[in-house]
């Protein structure tokens, strides 16, 4: 069967990589959740102390580590020079810094073409900030996610609770209202809704209903 690309923007929190893992899973194509690959840098940057205002360095940082994704059905883990840091790019401290390690175009311009490569086979669900727009715009369907910022911030509180971590509702919508800003306002490849894209508001639907009207409308261009 012939195998196509989704791409699933939009901003934090509005369930992007829940319903991205999901269609992979019900057409049986890979998920790749490109912000876990900017999460691995911030968490590297961190790391090594380097200055996350400093592009330069962050590119060179980039250039010198050895990032990888590895697919399973729960998503996917995250390696950094062959340490798993699956767990440890969703940390807030990460979460607080990754925006602006995203934001410079050395970086950008380094994932982007990683991204594309990861995407050249085809039958892949890549979900992110510029993947309709810059990574992959002639993506067979891109779909662009929104929820409100109160149903947002109450996920990933709920998420944060069930994996044990420390988390307060008010911290978590201040965060992403500052993120979102941070991503909506870049110079390099902002968060913005590719024209062709399908917009899609969450707020009242589940992961699994979003999923299967992915998966509906990806069956008609497959
Ligand atoms: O999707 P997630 O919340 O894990 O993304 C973390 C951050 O990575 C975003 O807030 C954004 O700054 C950056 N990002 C990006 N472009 C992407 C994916 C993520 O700039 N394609």
Same mark, same amino acid.
């Given at each position: ?37 900017? @999460? ?11 200055d996350i205002q400093d592009g =330069? ?18 998503? +996917?883990?995250?390696?950094?020079? +062959?340490?798993?840091?699956? +767990? ?51 993506? =067979? ?8 910022? =109160?149903? @947002?911030?109450? !996920? ?8 044990? !971590?420390?988390? +307060? ?29 399908? =917009? ?23």
């Open positions: 069967m012939n195998k196509i690309n989704i791409a699933i923007d939009g901003p934090a929190g509005a369930g992007k990589s829940t319903v991205a893992k999901q269609v992979a899973r019900d057409l049986d194509y890979t998920y790749i959740d490109t912000g876990a690959m900017y @999460r691995a840098l911030a968490w590297k940057a961190l790391q090594s102390q380097a =330069e360095a962050l590119s060179a940082l980039l250039e010198s580590m050895d990032l990888t994704l590895s697919y399973t059905a729960e998503g +996917n883990r995250i390696f950094v020079d +062959n340490e798993e840091v699956t +767990n440890m790019v969703r940390s807030n401290e990460v979460t607080a810094s990754v925006s602006q390690v995203s934001l410079h175009a050395g970086v950008r311009e380094q994932m982007v073409k990683k991204q594309q490569e990861l995407a050249k086979a085809k039958g892949t669900v890549l979900d992110g900030r510029d993947i309709g727009t810059t990574v992959l715009p002639h993506a =067979e369907l891109k779909v662009f996610l929104t929820a409100s910022v =109160e149903e @947002r911030a109450r !996920r990933r509180h709920l998420e944060n609770v069930e994996n044990g !971590r420390e988390s +307060n509702f008010e911290t978590i919508k201040q965060d992403i209202q500052t993120r979102d800003e941070k991503d909506s306002s870049r110079l390099v490849s902002p968060l913005t809704k590719a024209a062709d894209a399908v =917009e899609m508001d969450t707020t009242e639907l589940t992961a699994e209903q979003a999923a299967m009207r992915i998966c509906s409308i990806a069956k008609e261009r497959i």
